[in-house]
């Protein structure tokens, strides 16, 4: 199975590992997967109150080279997007852009899955409904 | 050093170039059929595969009447396995196995059930070895076979053979073993180890694709299976067609050169073999699979917790050829069959790669290895939340995953 190039930069080079203030209330943390699985990601934002622009994101992931590479991007569309337009990110939208291949699209409904739990947390933190989970 | 690096022996070995170099006139000048008895480009290929037979034979100890010749192991599984269960149909309808067995042996195995055989799959333990008492109970006087591997594909390890036989006997039941990973490897000797079948193929020591064989023992006892395959009656009528006269004269030098060059082979495979795990065991949280004393010399088969196989693989799959029992590599999604029967979880069994050394593998090559997979397993667990959360002291057991 051939990568594409998008997917090995990603892996080479990814954008924004690391790990953000999970005691924050601007700061809002998703872990999806699990070992079992054979991928774990940890996606977390940080949300300007005032704004509700996202200022910053972070990940960590355990998985294959698709799963990284879905993570990795996902916090680089995440950063400057206000958390509502966060919401509308699709999976098939990081499908398309890493031309995944059929038996790695749920790296990227993974990754979807990240990005509405670290929104998630942020809303309950600051005494907000979750948005409703729609897998 | 040329690249990419070959460390997947257990999959397959390229053809030794004496191999290749004697099938050659076989393709061409020398192209009959051995089973033409009345001209001469039939007798010198049928004189070709009685020599060819003479070399397999000679290499495990057998008699030359006794190999079988088919396409490959998986077929010789299948022979043995279906043949023996019609052929003694009237003795009982049992077989025990072994959970990791190749899957040649278990598919042919759930076949039989479909057809109302009573088939026992055995546990093995931490190592890959299935216990002789468990054996020893299992065998019922309706058991016609025991069907269970020379050595292990994904972790090595091998079997007591031996001891395994002298319960069979004892109890009256037939040994099969599946000696794809072990026949060339190591000695192997279907008399001293009491074999009364044996499958194995020529791909896996140095020859050619699309040949292996099937040990049948023609004395004490003297076994006999049903054709799986009709025609001509060739193979004492045991594996009718048109012999692979080419790939057996190449299988017959492979197994020559084994026999003549084991010893050596495996002293300088089994240095660097046991350099690439000591240097790989300095990482922190590497776990070796299987058993480390009962193992075939050239495999090493290694989990590194908090990352992923296939991840790991692809930090250097653009120079080093290796296997991994991460779901990722496979068309199912499951991990490993064979590292989950050992009782690794399946977070150890996402996180293993399996080092296949071979006959030409270089001390060279072996130093790359080390440094490409010491320095992609730490960049990955810089990347890995579970390495992150293991050295906050948090136990990922505690956690309460999402399974998706």
Redesign the interface.
């Known amino acids: 199975m051939a990568?594409s190039d998008k997917v090995?930069d990603h892996?080479e080079n990814?954008k924004n590992?690391g790990?953000l203030d999970k005691s924050s209330n601007t700061v809002g943390t998703g872990?999806?997967?699990?070992?079992?699985?054979?991928?774990?990601?940890?996606l977390q934002i940080e949300v300007d109150p005032a704004t509700q622009v996202i200022t910053d994101a972070k990940f960590?992931?355990?998985?294959?080279?698709s799963?990284?590479a879905s993570s990795s991007l996902a916090t680089e569309w995440l950063k400057g997007k206000t958390v509502d337009q966060a919401l509308a990110i699709d999976n098939m939208d990081i499908v398309e852009e890493l031309a995944l291949p059929p038996?790695k699209i749920?790296c990227s409904?993974?990754a979807e899955?990240a990005i509405k739990a670290a929104i998630n947390d942020y809303r309950t933190k600051n005494g907000l409904e979750p948005i409703a989970d729609n897998? | 050093m040329k690249f990419p690096i070959y460390l997947d022996h257990n999959a397959t070995t390229p053809c030794d170039p004496r191999v290749v170099e004697t099938m050659i006139p076989y393709f061409t000048e020398k192209f009959g059929n051995a089973a033409s008895r009345n001209h001469s480009f039939g007798w010198v290929a049928e004189e070709a595969v009685d020599y060819a037979r003479e070399q397999i034979a000679t290499l495990i100890g057998a008699d030359p009447k006794e190999i079988i010749f088919t396409s490959g192991a998986t077929e010789a599984d299948n022979l043995a396995i279906k043949g023996v269960y019609e052929m003694y149909a009237q003795k009982g309808n049992h077989i025990i196995t072994a959970t990791t067995e190749h899957k040649a042996v278990l598919d042919a195995c759930h076949h039989l059930e479909q057809l109302g055989a009573q088939i026992t799959y055995l546990p093995v333990n931490a190592e890959g070895m299935i216990d002789l008492k468990q054996l020893e109970e299992a065998i019922t006087d309706k058991t016609i076979l025991v069907a269970i591997m020379y050595a292990n594909n994904e972790v090595g390890t091998i079997q007591p053979v031996r001891e395994i036989s002298e319960i069979c006997h004892r109890k009256g039941t037939l040994f099969f073993t599946d000696g794809t990973q072990a026949v060339g490897k190591i000695p192997v000797d279907v008399n001293k180890d009491g074999i009364d079948l044996m499958a194995f193929t020529a791909h896996k020591m140095y020859g050619p694709k699309g040949v292996g064989a099937l040990y049948v023992r023609r004395k004490n006892p003297r076994v006999k299976v049903t054709a799986q395959m009709d025609g001509g009656g060739h193979e004492r009528g045991m594996r009718s067609g048109t012999l692979n006269v080419t790939g057996i004269v190449g299988f017959g030098k492979a197994a020559e050169i084994c026999r003549l060059e084991m010893e050596s082979d495996n002293a300088r495979i089994i240095k660097m073999r046991d350099r690439l795990e000591t240097e790989l065991m300095k990482l922190d949280e590497a776990y070796v699979n299987g058993s480390r004393e009962h193992r075939l010399p050239q495999v090493c088969n290694i989990s590194f917790k908090?990352?992923?196989g296939?991840?790991l693989m692809?930090?250097f799959n653009k120079n080093i050829a290796l296997s991994s029992g991460?779901?990722?590599t496979s068309a199912s999604?499951e991990?490993s069959y064979v590292l989950k029967a050992l009782g690794l979880?399946?977070?150890l069994a996402?996180s293993s790669l399996r080092f296949g050394l071979g006959r030409y593998t270089t001390d060279e090559e072996i130093d790359f290895t080390i440094e490409a997979v010491s320095k992609t397993v730490t960049r990955l667990r810089?990347?890995?939340?579970?390495?992150?959360m293991f050295k906050e002291g948090i136990d990922?057991n505690t956690?309460k995953?999402?399974?998706?």
């Open positions: 990568y090995i892996y990814p590992v790990t872990l999806v997967g699990a070992p079992e699985c054979g991928d774990v990601m940890r960590k992931t355990f998985g294959c080279g799963a990284i038996v749920h409904v993974l899955d897998h | 908090f990352v992923e296939e991840g692809m930090g991460s779901a990722c999604l991990p979880g399946d977070d996402h810089e990347v890995s939340p579970l390495w992150e990922l956690i995953w999402e399974h998706h």
